[in-house]
């Protein structure tokens, strides 16, 4: 004799599966309203983060006489070639592992502010 659960028969069918009905075609989202995006119409913070990111290369160039952002021709001790490129700082946090120097870079070429000979600004 075969047992049937008497809440299965007696209640909704939650589960009612129908493998042989097609999938309807997805429906396209739903879009956001303009108003539920916060949005600064004076752009202050944007504003705000230029101006602060601003001094802050224009302290470090004065600080360890570097031209930041610009093209530039370098030349490193102990190095016969010439980098010539936009000097741009390698690490996004100056003195993150701790020592005193900055990490630079022109294209892939890696170095110390500590390793660097001369630098010249050129012409953009």
């Known amino acids: 004799m ?15 599966l129908d493998f042989n009905r097609p999938t309807p075609p997805p429906s396209p989202p739903a879009a ?11 752009e202050r913070g ?20 570097l031209i930041l ?17 936009k000097l741009i700082l390698a690490q996004l946090l100056p003195f993150a592992d701790g020592a005193g120097h900055l990490r630079l870079r022109i294209g892939a070429a890696e170095f110390d502010d500590t ?4 630098c010249v600004r050129l012409p953009d």
């Open 69 to 85: 952002n610009s093209r530039v021709r370098v030349t490193l001790f102990g190095v016969p070639a010439e980098f010539v490129g």
């Open 32 to 42: 956001l309203p303009r108003t539920a995006l916060p949005r600064d119409p004076a």
């Open 2 to 16: 075969r047992r049937t659960d008497k809440r299965a028969v007696e209640g909704p069918a939650q589960l009612a």
């Open 115 to 118: 390793d660097i000979e001369s």
């Open 46 to 65: 944007y504003h705000a983060f230029t101006s602060e990111q601003t001094a802050a290369l224009q302290e470090l160039e004065r600080r360890f006489g």
